[in-house]
């Protein structure tokens, strides 16, 4: 029954809406809206508008990703085309409840326009693999140096053993994918295994890994590392323009754990589970309760304007083509 009733989408949805609101209601509930929107008056413009423009920066990176993914499919759409999806994606994200919509655009655009919607949907979910990979390697990179710089972050055990948990077991479980080919050991040694209700998502994503040639791969992830550079450095920038100083190595080390919550489609777009969060990130390292939500907030500012200029291109770009549509003979 209750499988049934997560199936359809449109209950989903609402639920996905529903979990969004408590969340946000409960967690501004504990400070006061009021307080919220005092924190956002403060607001430093030229440390936002860095923020904003370092955003852009990042959705071109992502998109050069994703072209050299979908490329060496022999799908070869052009790099400016890929760009415009991932604006329109980010669009598409700001109405639709899950987190995949804009996902789910793209891939209909590259099918419809190519031919290709397997390829489109392979390439979608190893561009935000690659992603995530990137992030957790930063992590990694970060919690070497905190250990050897003794660097005094103040950060609570429990939050040290997760992010140095989830850090190694991301990078770990791809090269375990990539070279080990555990589908098949399982499907030998577990026939049973195959009846699990996610079973056949997770056959799909260990074949997505290994659809792609090794040089390809690298060739990613080392397009995700200045990407991931580039997303602790706004997180920073939001974080200075609300008034929260903190050394840039501790963006580094929530970068994965924030990651993950984006790709997580419980909520809508994250609202509600993103601010949560933020707050079990940043208010034991001393950012007061308010600060932490603007800053979850400001980051969804940040997505939901870029989205509005992937509204903006669309349009833009259905009026030209009706403008250059061949008009009809007047009588």
Not at 116 to 134: F, K, P
Not at 280 to 290: C, D, Q, R, S
Not at 302 to 313: N, P, T
Request: aromatic share 12%.
């Amino acid at each position: 029954m209750v499988k049934k009733l997560l199936k359809n989408k449109k209950l989903r949805g609402v639920l996905q809406i529903g979990l969004s609101l408590s969340l946000l209601i409960f967690l501004v509930s504990r400070v006061g809206l009021n307080e919220i929107i005092r924190v956002f008056t403060e607001i430093n413009p030229l440390w936002y508008l860095l923020a904003f423009l370092l955003f852009q920066a990042n959705i071109i990176i992502r998109a050069y990703r994703w072209t050299i993914l979908l490329h060496s499919l022999n799908t070869r759409p052009p790099f400016r085309h890929m760009v415009y999806l991932y604006y329109l994606g980010f669009f598409a994200n700001n109405f639709i409840p899950t987190g995949f919509g804009g996902d789910v655009v793209k891939v209909l655009n590259i099918r419809q326009k190519y031919g290709r919607g397997t390829d489109a949907l392979s390439s979608v979910m190893m561009d935000r693999l690659t992603g995530l990979l990137g992030t957790s390697l930063i992590a990694l990179a970060a919690l070497i140096w905190n250990g050897i710089s003794n660097t005094d972050t103040n950060l609570p055990g429990a939050l040290w053993s997760l992010i140095t948990f989830i850090s190694l077991s991301i990078p770990t479980a791809f090269l375990l994918i990539r070279w080990t080919n555990p589908i098949a050991f399982l499907e030998k040694h577990i026939p049973s295994v195959q009846k699990l209700p996610l079973y056949d998502k997770i056959k799909e994503l260990v074949e997505t890994v290994n659809q792609y040639p090794l040089p390809v791969l690298l060739k990613a992830l080392a397009i995700s590392l200045p990407f991931t550079l580039n997303l602790i450095l706004i997180q920073y920038a939001i974080a200075r323009a609300l008034g929260v100083n903190l050394p840039i190595s501790i963006f580094s080390l929530f970068a994965p754990l924030i990651a993950i919550v984006n790709l997580l489609p419980i909520s809508f777009n994250g609202l509600g589970t993103r601010e949560a969060v933020y707050l079990l990130l940043y208010t034991p390292i001393g950012v007061p309760v308010a600060n932490a939500i603007a800053m979850s907030l400001a980051y969804y500012f940040l997505r939901f304007g870029s989205g509005l200029i992937g509204g903006l291109a669309y349009l833009l770009k259905t009026l030209l083509r009706l403008v250059q549509s061949p008009q009809p003979e007047q009588l």
